[in-house]
């Protein structure tokens, strides 16, 4: 069932709590939104209220967040113990090991749970989602939102759709990213390496020759 909320109001949804997934979920606490995160590894998850809170006051100390922003963050994130909490979610955000077996299981699961209108993306840095794709019930919702690393200090986050991603998907996801606070940038076609590190392969090779 659609759920017609504003966005703000909507969680995001994040799947992965080591480095970027944390990360990102600390930034998106960090603009007022919701979060619901899901990890198998207990071990990630008994860290990440304390990585969250301290990647937010160093938002705040900067003057990139809201004064007592810190203090309100966690109070935004829900950590999930089932991929069925994924509903209603605006947009659920894979950001798992870069493996291609492992993110097509998690997408099998959030499936299950999300609507037909919900983004699914991948933080993935290297893999063009084509090759994400085969298997997927609804491959016109989903694309790459590539955050750097870390998410908070680097505004650019990398849109990449696949020739089957719907316009609509592709327009809600720079939106979403927009009231993040991030600065999005969209790819006209996926290509191997997107734009930054194409970029900074390119330099390295020329520094290297």
């Keep these: 069932m659609t759920d017609h ?6 969680p995001i949804g994040i799947v992965g709590a080591g480095l970027m997934g944390g990360g990102i979920a600390a930034l998106i606490c960090a ?20 990585r969250v809170k301290t990647i937010v006051n160093e938002l705040e100390t900067y003057g990139l967040a809201e004064p007592g922003t810190t203090h309100k963050s966690t109070d935004r994130l829900e950590i999930l113990h ?4 994924c509903e209603g979610s605006v947009a659920v955000i894979e ?4 493996d291609p077996e492992i993110k097509a299981a998690v997408y099998s699961q959030v499936e299950k749970y999300i609507d037909t209108h919900t983004i699914l993306a991948t933080n993935t ?7 994400l794709i085969g ?10 939102i590539h955050f750097w690393n870390p998410p908070h200090a680097i505004p650019l986050v990398e849109i990449v759709p696949h020739s089957q991603t719907s316009s609509k998907i592709i327009h809600e996801a720079v939106e979403l990213v927009k009231i993040i606070g991030n600065e999005p940038v969209v790819l006209s076609k996926e290509v191997a390496g997107f734009i930054g590190n194409r970029l900074q392969y390119a330099l390295l090779r020329e520094a290297l020759w």
């Design 82 to 85: 089932d991929y069925s909490g």
């Design 31 to 50: 603009a007022g939104l919701p979060v619901k995160l899901y990890d198998e590894d207990a071990v990630q998850l008994s860290s990440l209220e304390d």
């Design 135 to 144: 298997g997927m019930q609804h491959p016109e919702r989903f694309l790459v």
């Design 95 to 98: 950001a798992v090991f870069e």
């Design 125 to 131: 840095s290297n893999i063009v989602p084509s090759d």
């Design 5 to 10: 909320r504003d966005k703000r109001q909507r």
